[in-house]
């Protein structure tokens, strides 16, 4: 199940804040991305109360930007990703935006495949972006 997340979800926002610290700054982090900054979206997936994978992404007027896309290890390769990111699609129909980017390190071959396969495509290289190692920017054009 998808969970859109809003301040109201303290609950489920606390549950993802400790279980992915690697992610957040901070215990608040989600807290204040959603209460002050109000193009900074989230919504999780979740299976028998456990969350098992997210979606952070920044909904700015006319598009959006996956900020972060992450499955728990033991779960991938179960369509949990496509399934957010069609969730996410889905939403963006909705709002009738022009396209949705995301900044991707090149040797990424699982997210790569993933966003290839919703029509997705390499529209610049951030050379030696991630130490070393090319960024890809992807675009998916909606209209
Ligand atoms: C990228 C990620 C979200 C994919 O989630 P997932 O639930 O495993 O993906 P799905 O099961 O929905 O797979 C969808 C497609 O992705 C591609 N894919 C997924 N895992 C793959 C792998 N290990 N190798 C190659 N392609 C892969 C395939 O094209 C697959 O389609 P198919 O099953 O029809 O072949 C997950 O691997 C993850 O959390 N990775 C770590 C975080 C990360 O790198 N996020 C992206 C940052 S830009």
Redesign the pocket.
Known sequence: MIIDLTISNLDLINKLEKQFPYFFLSENQIINDIGYNVFSKYFIYVEESNII?FVNYFDIYDRFE?A????EDI?????????MLEHLIMLGEKKNIKNIT????KD????I??Y??YYFEIVAIRKQYYQGIDGLLMERKMM
Not at 68 to 71: A, S
Not at 77 to 83: D, P, V
Not at 108 to 111: C, D, G, W
């Open positions: 994978g996956i972060n896309i992450f499955v779960y991938r390769n179960k369509k949990i990703g496509s399934k995301l900044e991707v390190k990424n071959f699982a997210a495949n993933l290839k396969k």
